[in-house]
C-alpha cells in the first residue's frame, strides 16, 4: 500500500482481556517502530524493531507487553490481561533506513478503550 | 533523559495571520527534529525535518527553524487558513540513541473565520 497501514482502526477490549494490533509498514522499510499516545500527550516510544531484529524495548511499560516482527515486515503489538490505563491510540511508524535518523511515517493507529 | 516542551499549549488566531510554535528540548545532542501535524482521531502527517547541521527548512507556509545549542526551534506558519487547524508537535532524535522519536506534548491551533 501507499502508506503504513494499522488494523484494527478502534477496539475495545474489557478489563482482563489480550488484544493484539496489527502494523503494515510501508513496503521495503526497514525500520518499524511502536509509540503509545495517551490523551492529551505525545506519542511516547514502545520498541524498535530493524528488519526482524527487536533491537530497542526500552519503553514497554510492563511485561504484559509484547512486540514480533517475525518476517521483518508485518508486524504484531499484543497486550495481555489489559488494564484501564492502557487505553491509548497505539501509533505505528516506518523509516526506510537502517540505523540512520531518515523520516518516520505514520500510521493513522488503532484506539484502545479497556472498560 | 531528553524532554521536549511545546509553547503555546493552544492557540486560537484568526485567518490571514501569521504565527509561530515554538518547541524546546534539553540534551541538545540531537541528530535530527521533526515536526508533525495531526488531526482529531487521526495518525501524524510529516511537516518538515531539520538535520542538526541545518538552520532551518521551508515548505509552502510553512517554515522551521532549529538552534541547536540553545535546544530551540520554531514552526511559523504564513497567511494561515482554517485548514491549517490542528495539533503540531515536535519530536527529536537524539544523536546516539537510535531512531526513537522523543516528542513534545504538541500545540493545538485553530484557525477561525
Known amino acids: 500500500g501507499a502508506g503504513v497501514s494499522q488494523s484494527p482502526r478502534y477496539k475495545v477490549a474489557k478489563r482482563g482481556q489480550d488484544v493484539a494490533l496489527r502494523c503494515d509498514p510501508i513496503?521495503?522499510?526497514?525500520?518499524l517502530f511502536w509509540y503509545q499516545q495517551a490523551l492529551g500527550q505525545g506519542p511516547e516510544f514502545l520498541t524498535y524493531?530493524?528488519?526482524?531484529?527487536?533491537?530497542?524495548k526500552s519503553g514497554l511499560p510492563s511485561d504484559r507487553f509484547f512486540a514480533e516482527r517475525p518476517e521483518g515486515s508485518v508486524s504484531t503489538l499484543k497486550i495481555q490481561r489489559t488494564q484501564q490505563e492502557d487505553s491509548a491510540v497505539y501509533l505505528c511508524?516506518?523509516?526506510?533506513?537502517?540505523?540512520?535518523?531518515?523520516?518516520?511515517?505514520f500510521g493513522q493507529g488503532t484506539r484502545l478503550t479497556v472498560v | 533523559k531528553q524532554e521536549v516542551t511545546q509553547i503555546p499549549a493552544a492557540l486560537s488566531v484568526p485567518e490571514g495571520e501569521n504565527l509561530v510554535l515554538n518547541c524546546s528540548f534539553t540534551d541538545s545532542a540531537i541528530y535530527n527534529l521533526q515536526w508533525f501535524r495531526q488531526d482529531p482521531g487521526k495518525g501524524l502527517t510529516s511537516l518538515l525535518l531539520i538535520q542538526s547541521s541545518q538552520r532551518e527548512q521551508t515548505s509552502g507556509r510553512l517554515n522551521a527553524s532549529l538552534d541547536k545549542s540553545s535546544g530551540r526551534s520554531t514552526l511559523y506558519i504564513a497567511a494561515s487558513q482554517p485548514g491549517d487547524s490542528a495539533t503540531y508537535l515536535c519530536?527529536?532524535?537524539?544523536?546516539?540513541?537510535?531512531?526513537?522519536?522523543?516528542f513534545g506534548t504538541g500545540t493545538q491551533l485553530k484557525v477561525e473565520l
Open positions: 524493531f530493524q528488519n526482524e531484529a527487536q533491537l530497542d
Open positions: 519530536a527529536v532524535r537524539l544523536a546516539g540513541g537510535g531512531n526513537k522519536l522523543t
Open positions: 513496503s521495503g522499510h526497514v525500520s
Open positions: 511508524a516506518s523509516s526506510p533506513l537502517r540505523g540512520q535518523a531518515t523520516e518516520a511515517f
